[in-house]
């Protein structure tokens, strides 16, 4: 199984199973941590488990299809993926995968299929069904042995069949599982401790289901589970364990703590002393953690690796050698503070959460309805200029997801006026004044509203609903059905031209050469864009609603029913509930996205997959960072600012001894590489003339966090760094792995090769006599690539490179080669 | 080497596709060290890019109207009952070597979205993207660590999807020409670097990349480079990896076999390639998007390329004894419309295309499947794109149904919907 992420504090089961309740989480999990179960159903008998219940081979308690046949059936492997739960079933029988669809496991279990051995259900004869004969083994059965003869499994299915072996005409609610115990805190040596699962059903009867779950790790190096629940230990370390029954699904966390005599050491930090504010709470609640895993935390990291990792960081720049002197000099207190708010002030702190918001709003050229490139750099300055205002995040959401080409009180003539204007080569009218962006519906990947309903879960919520296309979601509690009906909300809308406008539309298509093809339109081409260029109205397509002929009634990712009818935006409801206090995932998911920009792991992870079995590290953190986000009104800014202020952030990469091990818990800084773009404008940086450092490092129309970056989109060097297509619903695309390519680009790629042949550095110097200046040269080419000064090692080693090089130019050029090479211009740390 | 068992259990994890989730990391990297002499295996792949006319090459129809069977011929081959194109002379007769696949169909005649198609074997979706199959080899069986794994002759063709940029291809930044220098992107050095100054600029490299001293191992960012770079070093000041490039150590008679045409020497440098250890080649022939005057294009051009080229490099890699340890694949993105158009040419066809295959354990001399009367779609059910992938991974040695655990998280088989086409191997 993958590695799931790290994990913590468990997430509410109601929560979990999509109920909404009005006590903060936070609160919910700390009580429930306390009083675990006895919270919120009066106290009714607990049934024995089916383990005792249906021990005997007869009995008067028949057992129920969905929850006891249709769990055991899983817990025995049945409904896997390799076995019945493929999608061609296996030997004849097909089951649902995971199992949650109890019309379709029964018609599968029930037909009147046989073979020689006997019938699927043998209603005369039970003990002769082959759904008991094959896991008994007693006939062949590819998949073995399942069960023992008369063991309880056998019996449950029995007593199932000779009650008729009925199914589930009206699925019974599961409101919650508990398990018990709420967490474990393992010493090493420990010996393996059993979970007990009790469902809770919505009319409040309550059930042992220990034997009927199934359990499942994030991380076998910190603790095994066995077939039965039995949780063990196996290092140091924390994750989760998670329990499936029905459609409920708990995680538990389950940590040991790291080597038991080394005494926490906390190293404090710059903030240290400032006990108020939110970057003191980030660190309060992250030390929690720590201390809880007994990890001691590494010194604060220096200036120079300050700066650089917080000019890298927040704006996708290297600092330059000035600005690396400058705050070397600085000898105010609040140094590192200041120089975020200028950081956050630049255009390029807008133009890297520009470039980041069209990851995740899925930017991409080549997906375009007409005209990718300028499509896409529009989509990319609307962003940008709203980012540079620090519009708050929820405005920002609205106006995509709400987006309608037509502004209110627009007609269409004015609207394709308007938007002809924005490629006027004379006082272009900005598109980003613009309230919405409608490029986000118009894709052509967005057509189809199954495909939309996709992509618009992950985007905005972080949640991946794309295994519930084919299947119950394994991790998460999404049906198909869910899925099916989220879909039904994007069924309305449209790109073409609007029944009020083709007339205009034809006639304009018609005097501009458009190729309509009548209430779809035709594309804007390259040759009807010129007109547009030199001041005519040309005619665009516009995203508009189509009316519903009746109304329907659908849930909304199982949160509520919201009734679609008419030419009602069907967008409208969403947008409401994600911004409601109690979504579980609007702003989780964005706050998470920002934690996992500024580290090297999501406290969620990945970033993206938002679900019960996948809870965060930290959950006591998460939701602080929601809350302050929502009560700092969703400034992005803010809560950057508040994340990068914090000892946690300002860490040093280097571990002190006892928390080399720690990946997950932010007891130090992890390197990360530098992503795709940002490698390719530092290297520009690095190189560059000294009068024009600024203009590289400023300058968005160059920068290919900038406006280059849909014009790089797919070339050589973006490809081998990882630079996301954006062309599938997954954070995952943008990859910062390092890779043996990136090394041969970096050594010997022309293109790397040529920026240094065509240093305006190194041109500035040429034709004069170097050799008094190389230890000022030397330091140069340290702050331009590495930010820091050199050591007095490197120094040395640097001169006698340059002393032996046949000209002072070369051995310059070499020594540029050399760092930019280095494991430490490459890294973030 | 010193590592975390969570590591290690990370790593063992990301292996399990290839090597099963039992061995240890010792056993990793023995196998890792040593599979450049498990096995020689290696592949190449020959891109017809346009979609040429199946109908025209692979799959004529002389009994069909003319506006339908269009102007070319069919000859006889080496291979009783098997007939292809007149103007493929040199490919009939050697057509006890490779096997026709005709029949092949799908739904995407779009070049992009029917290239991603083909060129993995799966059909595209929005929700994730999957591996050309170089990527799958490099993965599955790397080259010598001073070789790369997989080499896209010219531009980069598919990527390497989730299985994420370590696998992706070098790509030679343009094709090798005739009687010009070739300089591969990477690997050649600039005419401005010797050989000795890229070595005194390496030691100062290493000697002035201190920082991360004594921690190497310690994160997954920092770990693999000090590798790489290393590799990336022995893979620019190789010999070897640098003579595999080198075209000016062909005899000119080796040079004419291939043809002086840039399809020929890309062919000649692909087989060099294969020679010196690399395990995937992709070569590109494009220009088969022939919705005007495509008989002239194919029958004075690519027709004529192709059959001088590859007959090449099937000759070529006989004498050497590596036909048996060599799959190829030529295939276009899809075929063309039966009905010749106005401009005497055809458009884009995605339900019927033809497609060769051979070396490794292909059996010749054979056609499986066929089209209808008029080469508009496959006789019975034919075959699929994702039925030839299965076909070829096969036939390089990788199991078409190995899993893999994406990033978007959850196992992904390799090929989900296809079968090795049977009889073919």
């Given at each position: 199984m993958m590695l799931l992420s790290p994990v913590q504090t468990f997430r509410c089961p109601l929560t979990a199973s999509g109920q909404q309740h009005s006590l903060r989480r936070l609160l919910c999990c700390m009580l429930f941590c306390l009083v675990c179960g006895s919270l919120t159903v009066e106290a009714q008998e607990v049934q024995r488990s089916v383990e005792l219940r249906f021990a005997d081979s007869v009995g008067g308690e028949v057992p129920d299809f969905q929850r006891h046949v249709s769990p055991l059936l899983g817990r025995v492997g049945c409904n896997g993926r390799n076995c019945h739960g493929s999608f061609q079933g296996k030997g004849g029988l097909r089951l649902s995968l995971f199992g949650y669809d109890f019309q379709m496991d029964l018609e599968g279990l029930t037909a009147n299929a046989q073979s020689r051995a006997g019938k699927r259900i043998d209603h005369q004869r039970p003990h002769q069904s082959l759904i008991l004969q094959k896991p008994l083994e007693q006939v062949d059965h590819e998949g073995g042995q399942r069960f023992a003869a008369g063991s309880w499994q056998q019996h449950l299915l029995l007593r199932w069949i000779a009650g008729g072996a009925k199914g589930t005409s009206e699925p019974a609610v599961l409101q919650e599982l508990q398990v018990k115990p709420a967490e474990i805190v393992f010493a090493a040596g420990d010996i393996g401790v059993p979970l007990r699962v009790t469902a809770v059903w919505s009319d409040g009867e309550q059930e042992d289901v220990t034997p009927l779950c199934r359990f499942r790790t994030n991380?076998?190096?910190?603790?095994?589970?066995?077939?039965?629940?039995?949780?063990?230990?196996?290092?140091?370390?924390?994750?989760?364990?998670?329990?499936?029954?029905?459609?409920?699904?708990?995680?538990?966390?389950?940590?040991?703590?790291?080597?038991?005599?080394?005494?926490?050491?906390?190293?404090?930090?710059?903030?240290?002393?400032?006990?108020?504010g939110p970057s003191a709470e980030i660190d309060r609640l992250v030390m929690q953690k720590l201390a809880k895993l007994n990890l001691p935390t590494s010194p604060p990291c220096s200036d120079v690796e300050f700066l650089r990792r917080a000019t890298l960081d927040l704006t996708g720049t290297l600092p330059s050698p000035a600005e690396v002197q400058a705050f070397l000099n600085d000898p105010g207190e609040d140094r590192r503070e200041r120089k975020v708010d200028e950081l956050m002030q630049r255009p390029a702190w807008a133009a890297w959460w520009a470039t980041r918001l069209c990851d995740f709003t899925g930017c991409n050229p080549a997906q375009q309805a007409e005209l990718g490139q300028e499509?896409?750099?529009?989509?990319?300055?609307?962003?940008?200029?709203?980012?540079?205002?620090?519009?708050?995040?929820?405005?920002?959401?609205?106006?995509?997801?709400?987006?309608?080409?037509?502004?209110?009180?627009?007609?269409?003539?004015?609207?394709?006026?308007?938007?002809?204007?924005?490629?006027?080569?004379?006082?272009?009218?900005?598109?980003?004044?613009r309230e919405t962006m409608p490029h986000y519906w118009t894709r052509r990947s967005m057509q189809k509203p199954d495909a939309a309903a996709q992509a618009f879960a992950q985007n905005f919520l972080g949640i991946r609903?794309?295994?519930?296309?084919?299947?119950?979601?394994?991790?998460?509690?999404?049906?198909?059905?869910?899925?099916?009906?989220?879909?039904?909300?994007?069924?309305?809308?449209?790109?073409?031209?609007?029944?009020?406008?083709?007339?205009?539309?034809?006639?304009?298509?018609?005097?501009?050469?458009?190729r309509s093809n009548g209430s779809d339109g035709g594309p804007v081409t390259p040759e009807v864009l010129r007109r547009a260029r030199q001041g005519d109205t040309i005619p665009w397509r516009e995203l508009y609603l189509t009316a519903r002929e009746s109304p329907r009634t659908v849930r909304l990712l199982r949160s509520r029913d919201v009734v679609l009818q008419g030419s009602a935006d069907p967008r409208e409801p969403i947008m409401e509930w994600m911004l409601e206090e109690g979504n579980p995932w609007f702003v989780r998911a964005f706050v998470n996205r920002v934690w996992a920009s500024c580290f090297h792991v999501g406290l969620v992870d990945p970033p993206d997959d938002l679900n019960p079995a996948n809870p965060p590290s930290n959950e006591a953190l998460l939701s602080w960072l929601e809350e302050y986000f929502r009560k700092s009104r969703m400034d992005i800014r803010s809560l950057q600012r508040a994340i990068v202020l914090s000892d946690t952030w300002?860490?040093?990469?280097?571990?002190?001894?006892?928390?080399?091990?720690?990946?997950?818990?932010?007891?130090?800084?992890?390197?990360?590489?530098?992503?795709?773009?940002?490698?390719?404008?530092?290297?520009?940086?690095?190189?560059?003339?000294a009068d024009r450092t600024e203009e590289v490092r400023t300058d968005l129309d160059r920068r290919a966090t900038g406006h280059l970056s849909m014009r790089l989109a797919g070339t050589y060097a973006m490809q081998v760094f990882g630079k996301p297509e954006r062309a599938v619903n997954c954070d995952c695309e943008r990859d910062n792995k390092s890779t043996l390519l990136q090394t041969v680009f970096l050594q010997n790629d022309p293109l790397v090769i040529d920026r240094l042949l065509e240093s305006g550095w190194l041109l500035e110097l040429q034709g004069r006599d170097l050799s008094a200046e190389y230890p000022a040269l030397i330091q140069e080419a340290w702050l331009r690539t590495l930010s820091r000064p050199a050591s007095v090692q490197e120094q040395q080693r640097a001169l006698e490179h340059l002393q032996s090089a046949e000209e002072s130019i070369e051995g310059l050029r070499d020594l540029l080669w050399a760092l930019i090479n280095t494991k430490e211009f490459l890294l973030l740390h | 080497m010193e590592i975390s068992r969570r590591e290690l259990f990370r790593r063992s994890a990301l292996q399990v596709g290839a090597l099963g989730s039992t061995c240890t990391l010792s056993q990793l990297l023995r196998a890792e060290a040593n599979s450049g002499q498990h096995s020689d295996r290696s592949a190449v792949f020959v891109f017809l890019g346009g979609g040429p006319a199946h109908q025209d090459?692979?799959?004529?129809?002389?009994?069909?109207?003319?506006?339908?069977?269009?102007?070319?011929?069919?000859?006889?081959?080496?291979?009783?009952?098997?007939?292809?194109?007149?103007?493929?002379?040199?490919?009939?007769?050697?057509?006890?070597?490779?096997?026709?696949?005709?029949?092949?169909?799908?739904?995407?005649?779009?070049h992009g979205l029917g290239t991603r198609y083909v060129m993995t074997g799966n059909l595209p979706t929005p929700v994730i993207s999957y591996p050309m199959y170089g990527c799958v080899v490099s993965r599955e069986l790397p080259a010598a660590a001073d070789l790369p794994s997989f080499v896209s002759i010219d531009r980069p063709v598919e990527g390497p999807g989730y299985l994420g940029p370590e696998?992706?291809?070098?790509?030679?930044?343009?094709?090798?020409?005739?009687?010009?220098?070739?300089?591969?992107?990477?690997?050649?050095?600039?005419?401005?670097?010797?050989?000795?100054?890229?070595?005194?600029?390496?030691?100062?490299?290493?000697?002035?990349?201190?920082?991360?001293?004594?921690?190497?191992?310690?994160?997954?960012?920092?770990?693999?480079?000090?590798?790489?770079?290393?590799?990336?070093?022995?893979?620019?000041?190789?010999?070897?990896?640098?003579?595999?490039?080198?075209?000016?150590?062909?005899?000119?008679?080796?040079?004419?076999?291939?043809?002086?045409?840039?399809?020929?020497?890309?062919?000649?440098?692909?087989?060099?390639?294969?020679?010196?250890?690399?395990?995937?080649?992709?070569?590109?022939?494009?220009?088969?998007?022939?919705?005007?005057?495509?008989?002239?294009?194919?029958g004075r051009q690519l027709l004529p390329d192709l059959d001088q080229s590859l007959s090449a490099m099937m000759d070529r890699l006989q004498e050497a004894g590596r036909m048996e340890s060599t799959a190829i694949l030529v295939t276009g993105e899809f075929g063309r419309t039966p009905k010749v158009n106005g401009n005497a040419g055809r458009d884009h066809w995605s339900r019927a295309m033809s497609s060769l295959m051979l070396g490794g354990s292909v059996r010749g001399g054979q056609v499986l499947g066929a089209t209808d009367a008029r080469a508009e779609g496959p006789a019975g059910s034919g075959y699929t794109p994702d039925d030839l992938a299965a076909s070829f991974l096969q036939n390089i040695g990788i199991d078409p149904k190995t899993e893999y655990q994406a990033s978007v998280g959850r196992p992904i088989t390799l090929i989900r919907n296809g079968e090795s086409i049977a009889g073919l191997l």
């Open positions: 991380d076998d190096s910190v603790a095994t589970v066995s077939e039965d629940g039995v949780v063990s230990t196996v290092g140091p370390g924390d994750t989760h364990i998670i329990t499936f029954y029905d459609n409920g699904i708990l995680a538990i966390p389950v940590l040991r703590p790291f080597s038991a005599t080394a005494g926490l050491v906390n190293t404090g930090g710059v903030a240290a002393g400032r006990a108020q499509v896409s750099v529009q989509w990319y300055t609307w962003f940008y200029e709203r980012l540079r205002q620090n519009r708050p995040y929820d405005e920002i959401v609205s106006g995509v997801v709400l987006a309608r080409s037509r502004e209110a009180g627009q007609s269409w003539l004015d609207y394709t006026a308007r938007m002809s204007a924005a490629y006027r080569e004379q006082d272009a009218a900005a598109f980003s004044d609903l794309q295994c519930a296309e084919c299947h119950k979601h394994p991790f998460a509690p999404w049906t198909q059905g869910d899925y099916q009906e989220f879909a039904q909300f994007f069924e309305t809308l449209k790109f073409g031209v609007a029944p009020d406008a083709r007339a205009d539309y034809q006639r304009l298509a018609s005097a501009t050469g458009v300002q860490r040093s990469w280097k571990p002190v001894a006892g928390n080399a091990e720690d990946d997950r818990n932010f007891s130090r800084m992890i390197p990360r590489r530098m992503p795709a773009e940002v490698i390719y404008d530092s290297v520009k940086q690095a190189v560059a003339a | 090459t692979f799959d004529l129809k002389p009994e069909a109207p003319a506006e339908y069977r269009g102007q070319f011929r069919p000859i006889r081959t080496s291979a009783a009952g098997v007939e292809i194109c007149e103007h493929l002379p040199k490919l009939a007769r050697r057509a006890d070597q490779y096997a026709v696949i005709r029949g092949i169909t799908h739904s995407l005649a779009d696998f992706g291809p070098l790509s030679t930044g343009e094709k090798p020409r005739f009687g010009q220098p070739f300089r591969v992107r990477g690997i050649t050095l600039d005419d401005t670097l010797t050989l000795g100054k890229y070595r005194s600029r390496f030691q100062l490299r290493n000697d002035l990349d201190t920082a991360f001293d004594q921690y190497e191992q310690l994160d997954e960012s920092v770990r693999g480079l000090d590798r790489f770079s290393e590799q990336a070093y022995q893979i620019i000041s190789s010999t070897r990896s640098r003579e595999a490039f080198d075209l000016t150590l062909e005899s000119g008679q080796e040079v004419d076999r291939f043809g002086r045409h840039d399809f020929g020497q890309s062919m000649l440098l692909a087989t060099r390639l294969i020679e010196a250890g690399v395990r995937f080649v992709t070569v590109l022939l494009e220009g088969w998007d022939t919705h005007q005057d495509n008989f002239n294009t194919l």
